[in-house]
């Protein structure tokens, strides 16, 4: 991990100090805690308004993630294949039902 972290900060560092690694940019927080994205790193990855990010925090460094939208085919999909898994496991929907009641309890 200490490795993984330390890689990261070579390449960042070196990736300021030179224009060779296009997707290193800096940027600041505003007092709201927002933090913009460069245009060349938006571009580079496809990033549009609205677009959502899973957010990692370790040690001293900050990932953002880019959540993939589903479109509805594979969401389609991706409920018939949990729907089959749940049959298999013999839940039914009463049992997911108090699941979902438990863990909201817990929050």
Do not use: Y
């Amino acid at each position: 991990k200490a490795r993984c972290v330390r890689e990261f900060w070579n390449l960042t560092r070196k990736g300021a100090e030179s224009s060779r690694m296009p997707g290193v940019a800096t940027t600041r927080m505003s007092s709201k805690g927002q933090v913009v994205i460069p245009e060349g790193i938006r571009r580079l990855l496809g990033l549009k308004a609205g677009s959502q990010f899973v957010v990692v925090a370790g040690h001293d460094a900050i990932v953002l993630k880019p959540i993939a939208e589903l479109d509805l085919s594979q969401f389609n999909s991706l409920v018939t294949e949990a729907r089959k898994h749940a049959r298999r496991a013999g839940l039914r929907k009463a049992d997911i039902v108090q699941a979902v009641r438990t863990a909201r309890a817990r929050e």
